[in-house]
Nanobody
Framework: QVQVVESGGGLVQPGGSLKLTCAAS????????MGWYRQAPGKQRELVAT???????TYRDSVKGRFTISRNNAEKQMYLEMNSLKPEDTAVYYC?????????WGQGTQVTVSS
């Protein structure tokens, strides 16, 4: 069983920065495909960024150049560094681990971008 827990959300002004952390359990973290998703009120959950076991990354267009996904396999953690935040980035951010054909989700962490 894999468990993931997000942290680091909060309230930030437009143009500000936040760093989210996803802590995962399990001895095979290094081979998990990891991703960050977000869901704004009244909208569907959307993919923000992914990172493979080899640290190859993908980003949705609207966050390219502003967000950086990374992972530390020794610490079993994944990160999302968010810069130049915009009000439209406001959402609950979720961490997902994909392992042996199954997806494991965290409970989410709220990010609110507002002045």
């Amino acid at each position: 069983q894999v468990q993931v827990v997000e942290s680091g959300g909060g309230l930030v002004q437009p143009g500000g920065s936040l760093k989210l952390t996803c802590a995962a359990s399990g001895s095979s973290f290094s081979i998990y495909l990891m991703g960050w998703y977000r869901q704004a009120p009244g909208k569907q959950r959307e993919l923000v960024a992914t990172i493979t076991m080899g640290s190859s990354t993908t980003y949705r267009d609207s966050v390219k150049g502003r967000f950086t996904i990374s992972r530390n396999n020794a610490e079993k953690q994944m990160y999302l560094e968010m810069n130049s935040l915009k009000p439209e980035d406001t959402a609950v951010y979720y961490c997902k681990a994909h392992y042996l054909g199954k997806d494991y989700w965290g409970q989410g962490t709220q990010v609110t971008v507002s002045s």
